[in-house]
């Protein structure tokens, strides 16, 4: 099968400093490049050498189904959780990520806020959460602080604001729909990427609304896509356990269903590495992939590494990078009709998420200024990136970095 990789190899070993000086440039200081098309024999011989590694490794049959576009089942997906051989797994996941965005890798200029931290539902997983407005650590902040945090950053080249909150029972509706008012006011370009579906589920039962009337009024106030937080994992047995009194899996599809309806895309999230089996991963995977053939409206999957820090599931390891490697490789395998899988790096550490490029991933969320969920759950990444770090750590993993909007408008390939 023929792979559109187009690799600038030399100047990503450059960036890293594996190589030194100028020497292998072309005329005109352009770098050679390492085209995969034009190196049919050697081509041939990787993938004569990788069949006999997946006839070993059991995953041959997985493979013939890729090649034929036939779908991947629960079946499939357990046995790639299974296979011991981490990167035949990958190798297939870079495959599929190749064919549809070739070297490709997303990411954008973006911040975080949030909003409050007051929040009725008490999911085991969250260190952000407080249970009382009064309580150690609570905060809301007030439509100017919001407002605030866009304003002090004016200077910046930001393309979206990505607002999450806790389940807050005494704000009026209006403080979120003034609060994306405001957003819009201070920069009408930039996309509001805002509130989960868990939170329009609480707003429509609080403030006596539908799901569809509360989105539709959040659009009317400048609303433009969900994220895709409170997925958590769909498995009734898991979210029972873990989060019993936030909306549920159906409700949550059924959200993200209408948002498409009315208009508007999202992303779906997976929160792994706690509880949760391989079986019941999969069936996350599937229920995300089935939401995408009835609407089309699913950007992008992106599973988020479970941090156990400060939280009621502190006695649990986190996920180890080999897992989160397979976890975002599966979902590329498993996820045919999603176009981009994105590894949020604040989740699953810089250096993890620059690996995953090479395992189904082409997307890194973005800049994330401001970001508090994992930060207080214990990770150790950077409060934020730059544009030209995202570039940098791209390019140096031997990938193209284009900076896009959120909704994949390419704002910049130089970036
Ligand atoms: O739903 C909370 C997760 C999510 C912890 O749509 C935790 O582009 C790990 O959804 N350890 C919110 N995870 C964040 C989110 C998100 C992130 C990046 C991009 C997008 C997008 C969405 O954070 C929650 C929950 O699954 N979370 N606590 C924790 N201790």
């Known amino acids: 099968m023929a792979c559109r990789l187009r690799v600038d190899v030399r100047q990503a070993q450059r960036d ?76 297939l996941a870079n495959r599929e990520r190749e064919k549809r965005h070739a070297g490709q890798t ?19 997983f ?7 407005p009064g309580d150690d650590g609570a905060y809301t902040l007030s439509l100017e602080e919001v407002w605030d945090k866009l304003r002090a950053r004016q200077h910046q080249s930001i393309t979206e604001v990505h607002v999450v909150n806790g389940l807050h029972p005494d704000l009026p509706f209006d403080y979120y729909l003034e609060l ?10 930039v996309h509001l990427k805002c509130f989960t579906a868990v939170e329009i589920a609480f707003f429509a039962d609080l403030y006596g609304r539908t799901d569809e009337q509360v989105l539709t009024e959040l659009m009317a106030a400048g609303l433009d896509s969900l994220p895709g937080g409170g997925a958590e994992v769909f498995a009734e047995r898991v979210r029972s356990k873990l989060c019993h009194d936030k909306c549920g899996t159906e ?27 391989a079986e019941e991963r999969v069936d996350h995977m599937l229920r995300a992939r089935a939401l ?12 988020l590494a479970f941090h156990p820090d400060n939280n009621q599931m502190r006695k649990l390891p986190a996920p180890t990078a080999a897992d989160t490697l397979r976890v975002h490789a599966v979902a590329r395998l498993m996820l045919d009709n999603v176009p981009h899988i994105k590894a949020f790096w604040v989740a699953t550490g810089v250096e993890t998420a620059q690996t995953a490029l090479w395992f189904g991933v082409d997307d890194l969320d973005g800049t994330v200024q401001e970001e508090q969920i994992y930060h207080m759950a214990g990770a150790r990444t950077p409060a934020a990136l730059t544009t030209d770090d995202i570039s940098r750590l791209i390019r140096v993993a031997g990938r193209e970095p284009v900076e896009r909007d959120t909704l994949y408008n390419v704002v910049s390939m130089s970036a």
């Not at 949030?114 to 999911?123: I, L, Y």
């Not at 969250?126 to 009382?132: G, K, W």
């Open 106 to 124: 997303f990411f954008n200029h973006n911040i975080r806020i949030e909003a409050t931290n007051v929040c009725v539902a008490s999911c085991l």
């Open 292 to 303: 995408q053939d009835e609407t089309g409206g699913v950007q992008a999957f992106i599973p």
């Open 180 to 189: 994306l008012r405001g957003l819009k006011r201070i920069r009408p370009d």
């Open 251 to 277: 409700r949550y599809l059924d959200i993200h269903r209408t948002t498409h309806r009315l208009g508007m895309r999202s992303n779906v999230t997976m929160l792994y590495g706690h509880i949760e089996t």
């Open 126 to 132: 969250c260190s952000f959460a407080r249970l009382q």
């Open 16 to 91: 890293a400093g594996l190589v030194g000086g100028v020497e292998g440039r072309l005329p005109g200081g352009a770098a050679p490049s390492y085209d995969v098309r034009s190196e049919a024999p050697r081509e041939a011989e990787t993938f004569g050498t990788m069949r006999s590694r997946l006839e070993t490794t059991g995953l041959l049959d997985i493979a013939d189904k890729l090649d034929a576009g036939i779908r991947l089942d629960l079946d499939d997906g357990t046995r790639l959780f299974a296979c011991p051989d981490l990167l035949a797994v990958g190798w």
